[in-house]
């Protein structure tokens, strides 16, 4: 069973960085690709980041390639989304996900955290 916890969101300033963690308190979770997603009001849930399970690949949406970096330590159980030189459209909600299969769509995702606020002020 994988359950997810987001941390380390808040309020940061235009070009500022911050850095999400998502630990899984299973034990299962080297084998599950990951990635984060993110909705702000109004809009739907999209796809920023996903790393896959073993060989590490990533990827990303275009909104965000150069300025968020996705990593994971299976040691630690935790996925970390790196976010530098942010703009106030990254405001949303960003949500850690898990999947047995390789997906940049939220229906591709079995396993959801509850979600960390990032606020970007301009």
């Known amino acids: 069973q994988v359950q997810l916890v987001e941390s380390g969101g808040g309020l940061v300033q235009a070009g500022g960085s911050l850095r999400l963690s998502c630990a899984d308190s299973g034990r299962t979770f080297s084998i599950y690709n990951m990635a984060w997603f993110r909705q702000a009001p109004g809009k739907e849930r999209e796809f920023v980041a996903a790393i896959s399970r073993r060989s590490g690949s990533t990827a990303y949406s275009h909104s965000v390639k150069g300025r968020f970096t996705i990593s994971r330590d299976d040691a630690k159980n935790t996925l970390y989304l790196q976010m530098n030189t942010l703009k106030p459209e990254d405001t949303a909600v960003y949500y850690c996900?898990?999947?047995?299969?390789?997906?940049?769509?939220?229906?591709?995702?079995?396993?959801w955290g509850q979600g960390t606020q990032v606020t970007v002020s301009s």
């Open positions: 996900a898990a999947s047995l299969v390789i997906s940049t769509t939220a229906g591709g995702y079995d396993y």
